[in-house]
């Protein structure tokens, strides 16, 4: 019974928890009044057009950009040998270490009209006026956006492909179909779903981003859910903005559901590994060139130019770091990452641990509600937020409910967690799935029940996977931008934040390092999965 009241007082706080900011976006269109009207009528005269048909011309550049990056490099790898194949692998993964808005200070200053680029060109060939477009544009969103998103779409689809099923490749060779037809009829047609997904999810990753958007001048719905809360003042506004951001956010979440569930049908054979077909394609000297060049080029331009970039800045400044600043700056978001991994950690293990023990309609719609967060971008949690805070604080002043969600960091865990729950429940669910029930059944047996089936069995069978969802949840953190610009209390500036501020004010040799210190740590789990994915590979 005691175990019974500490779960459902889990689940009814963690309900509270994560759907408090969809409740409260939901609620204000229920404030609907003659004000509410005029500024939704406003909105659709003035901004909204805008806002929707840029939103929907990045995502639709963006899906083009990530699917022939992601599908072309995936297929490369996996259907061909050539020369550096094993080392594009996990290389090609690193550009998801890179925050898009980091990449879009980095190349601001280098191809800009101004920028040592065009200069060079201009010079060497005795030009006039602008060689490339504006860097800061919708264009140059979109390969922003591109190079470091492509890695989803390259991730799944290179586990389709290399899934793929054999038999059909190889009766499509005894039916006397060359190799391109057999790869663009037979191989590539099973990875749509796989690249379905990888593109849902590099768009939900376009529609929460705010730096790249803001940098650039983009009118997309997270920058206008910004400027009506912060600039306009106008709290309606902003909710409105806010619940459209998030009918869009949901369907492409439908949309990549959808795209998981047909993956499950992805013909497999335990004998792939010596069929003729699952062997990669042997290419001439001049085609494996190719492929290297390509692949060699996506790395240089998604991970490796950025890194050179934003270090020669840093190197050639004549300002001196502020090391002290820089020592806080990191430690408030080691701080904020580390309190935060904890708590997810903490509430996912014990909604997996209930949905293992009784997976009745309740733990499931808890699992369902907290995997819904991920989904939900910044400006979004923080609007969702702040609503029944303001209202609270105006029915019940002497509550103080505001200050604390304003001037301390509690706000702003609650918004991490809304967003990044969903990120540590999925790994620990995944290694819930590698424990057998036997081992429950074993140990009900021997009188283990309860919470103490949780600490004494289970946790360290899941050391490793409670490891990842720390660390994914910690990184994640580390670089959220929008929650954390709007929510972090005074003299709490994180290195997302500091980097935000010194590259809009045209400081990118002060922005270097906090910028770099972000790549450095989303290095960590991007280093992992490659080091996973040879480790599977080799088996």
């Known amino acids: 019974m005691h175990a019974f009241r500490i779960r459902s007082v889990v689940f009814i706080f963690t309900a509270l928890l994560i759907s408090l900011p969809i409740?409260?976006?939901?609620?204000?269109?229920?404030?609907?009044?003659?004000?509410?009207?005029?500024?939704?009528?406003?909105?659709?005269?003035?901004?909204?057009?805008?806002?929707?048909?840029t939103s929907v011309l990045l995502c639709a550049g963006v899906a083009v950009g990530v699917t022939v990056l992601g599908l072309s490099t995936a297929a490369a790898v996996t259907l061909f040998k050539f020369p550096g194949q094993s080392f594009f692998e996990w290389a090609l993964l690193l550009p998801m270490a890179m925050p898009a808005y980091v990449v879009a200070y980095a190349y601001t200053d280098f191809f800009q009209f101004s920028g040592p680029l065009q200069n060079f060109i201009r010079s060497t060939w005795s030009l006039e006026g602008r060689v490339f477009p504006e860097i800061r544009s919708l264009g140059g969103a979109i390969f922003v956006f591109s190079l470091t998103l492509y890695p989803y779409v390259y991730l799944l689809a290179r586990t389709a492909l290399s899934e793929r099923a054999s038999h059909l490749m190889e009766a499509a060779r005894l039916l006397g179909a060359p190799l391109f037809r057999r790869i663009s009829e037979v191989a590539l047609p099973l990875?749509?779903?796989?690249?379905?997904?990888?593109?849902?999810?590099?768009?939900?990753?376009?529609?929460?981003?705010?730096?790249?958007?803001?940098?650039?001048?983009?009118?997309?719905?997270?920058?206008?859910?910004?400027?009506?809360w912060l600039i306009m003042d106008n709290r309606i506004a902003a909710a409105q903005l806010a619940t459209l951001l998030l009918v869009m956010v949901l369907i492409l979440l439908q949309l990549e559901k959808q795209a998981q569930a047909r993956m499950r049908f992805t013909s497999s054979n335990s004998n792939a590994a010596n069929s003729r077909e699952a062997q990669p394609a042997q290419l001439s000297q001049a085609s494996g060139f190719a492929l290297a060049t390509w692949c060699g080029l996506l790395v240089f331009l998604g991970f490796a130019l950025p890194i050179m970039l934003m270090l020669k800045p840093l190197l050639m400044s004549e300002t001196i770091i502020p090391w002290q600043r820089f020592l806080e700056w990191s430690f408030n978001s080691l701080r904020l990452g580390g309190i935060t991994a904890l708590l997810a950690v903490c509430f996912s293990?014990?909604?997996?641990?209930?949905?293992?023990?009784k997976a009745d309609f309740f733990a499931r719609?808890?699992?369902?509600?907290?995997?819904?967060?991920?989904?939900?971008?910044?400006?979004?949690?923080?609007?969702?937020?702040?609503?029944?805070?303001?209202?609270?604080?105006?029915?019940?002043?002497?509550?103080?409910?505001?200050f604390w969600i304003t001037a301390s960091v509690l706000g702003l865990i609650w918004a991490y967690l809304v967003r990044f729950c969903a990120v540590a429940l999925q790994s620990i669910q995944s290694g819930y799935a590698r424990i057998p029930n036997s081992l429950d059944d074993s140990a009900r047996t021997l009188g283990v029940t309860g919470l103490a089936l949780l600490s004494r069995v289970h946790a360290p069978l899941l050391k490793r996977s409670v490891f990842a969802a720390a660390l994914l949840v910690f990184v994640d953190v580390m670089k959220e931008l929008p929650a954390t610009l709007v929510l972090r209390p005074f003299n709490t500036d994180t290195l997302a934040v500091v980097a935000f501020q010194l590259a809009r004010d045209e400081r990118l040799g002060e922005a270097a390092l906090p910028s770099l210190a972000l790549v450095a740590v989303g290095l960590i789990p991007v280093l992992l999965l490659s080091r996973a994915m040879r480790q599977t590979n080799q088996n």
């Open 365 to 402: 719609f808890i699992s369902q509600l907290v995997g819904l967060g991920y989904a939900i971008p910044g400006a979004v949690v923080v609007v969702g937020l702040m609503l029944p805070v303001t209202w609270i604080q105006k029915q019940w002043p002497e509550t103080h409910v505001g």
């Open 191 to 228: 990875a749509r779903p796989a690249v379905a997904a990888g593109v849902a999810l590099a768009l939900m990753e376009t529609l929460a981003d705010f730096g790249v958007s803001s940098y650039f001048g983009i009118q997309t719905f997270t920058a206008g859910v910004y400027k009506a």
């Open 349 to 357: 293990l014990l909604i997996a641990f209930s949905l293992r023990n």
């Open 23 to 53: 409740l409260a976006l939901i609620g204000s269109w229920l404030e609907w009044n003659a004000v509410s009207a005029q500024v939704l009528k406003e909105l659709a005269q003035t901004v909204l057009p805008d806002y929707l048909l």
